[in-house]
């Protein structure tokens, strides 16, 4: 977030990991994540969706605009994404410390067989001709990655290391950061599942904040989709604006309205050319808990000609899916 931040705006910004972990698992918020009694939230940490679905909803002056998802980038795309954004966020595995080495004065680590991805760092830069000789087990290939490490500039080479390029990752993603908006209206703590009711999918969600809306926060699950924003009476029978998008990227994105509209008592309705975002069921682990719930005329679903509330004791059955959905994942920015 600090890098991208920095790339777009030509500004430093700090954001502080604790802080940040602290408002993941707020005990104060209506719904989300928390942790189980005795769980050190700061030993647990937590996964890159975690950031987009909270932050989404606004983080002090800041809200994600952006949180888009490059899993399977190829080395060239990698490369192409960090002298965009300046850094990807990754994970890594951290566990297998006898796979780091000092090697002519680089701290290195190659584990090309790993599928414990355990650990997040940010790649922010990268050599093609870095030795495949430097590494505890040699590389197939020459270059590696440089990776700024969550641990702060006390550990490891002031907080850097190199990584080889035959070593995987999941989880790359690039969080964007704008304080460009007041107000953040949503009814969903993430996107937990997607679902489809056909060729397309229409969603909406009714909202009561009044104001001037800017801007509508989407969840996509796919690369090249396409959805038609339409912004409605609380009825969703009468369109006041409508307003087209496409996205080469999955994650989740923010659509600036080209016209922003005066607001109150209204619906955004967005139609999907595949899937649409919803929360899931509630869950927990040993861990955390995922707590969610949709209440009564929020969020709604166009089934066989008609607007089926998502709260309904039958949704599941209605919607032939294998579980019980919440609120859609429709964000109003203000």
């Known amino acids: ?23 993941i698992y707020d005990d104060d918020k209506a719904e ?49 994404i960090i002298r965009t954004y300046g850094g990807l966020n990754v994970a890594v595995n951290d566990a297998h410390q ?20 355990d650990h997040a760092v940010v790649i922010v830069g990268w050599d093609d001709n870095f030795p495949r000789e430097y590494f ?30 035959d070593t995987p990752f999941e989880e790359q993603t690039v969080f964007i950061l704008s304080d460009d908006y007041d107000h953040v209206a949503a009814y969903d703590a993430g996107a937990t599942n997607f679902f489809s009711t056909g060729s397309t999918t229409k969603t909406a969600n009714v909202f009561h904040d009044e104001g001037d809306l800017r801007a509508v926060g989407l969840y996509i699950p796919e690369k090249n989709e396409d959805v038609h924003i339409y912004i409605c009476d609380e009825s969703m029978g009468t ?51 995922y707590r969610v719930f949709a209440n009564p005329g929020e969020s709604f679903v166009w089934v066989n000609g008609e607007w089926v509330d998502i709260s309904s004791e039958d949704i599941q059955e209605t919607l032939n899916i294998d579980f019980v959905p919440n609120n859609c994942c429709i964000k109003a920015l203000y």
Request: hydrophobic fraction near 35%; charge should be negative.
């Open 1 to 23: 977030m600090e890098s991208s931040y920095l790339k777009m705006n030509g500004e430093v910004i700090s954001i502080d990991e604790t802080e940040l972990c602290d408002y």
């Open 32 to 80: 989300g994540y928390y942790v189980k009694p005795g769980v050190d939230r700061y030993d647990y940490g937590g996964w890159a969706w975690m950031i987009s679905e909270r932050l989404s909803n606004g983080y002090g002056d800041y809200t994600i605009v952006e949180a888009c998802n490059y899993e399977g980038a190829s080395i060239e795309e990698m490369q192409e």
């Open 98 to 117: 006898s796979y780091v080495g000092r090697f002519d004065g680089y701290l290195t680590l190659n584990d090309s067989k790993s599928d414990d991805f």
């Open 136 to 165: 505890v087990k040699e590389a197939s290939q020459d270059g590696a990655w440089l990776a700024q490490n969550s641990g702060g500039n006390a550990f490891w080479d002031g907080g850097y290391y190199w990584i080889s390029y």
């Open 239 to 289: 369109v006041l604006y409508e307003q087209e998008a496409f996205f080469e990227q999955s994650g989740y994105h923010v659509v600036d309205l080209d016209t922003p509209i005066n607001v109150k008592d209204y619906s955004i309705v967005v139609e999907y050319s595949g899937a649409a975002a919803v929360e899931g069921e509630s869950w927990d682990n040993v861990f955390i808990e």
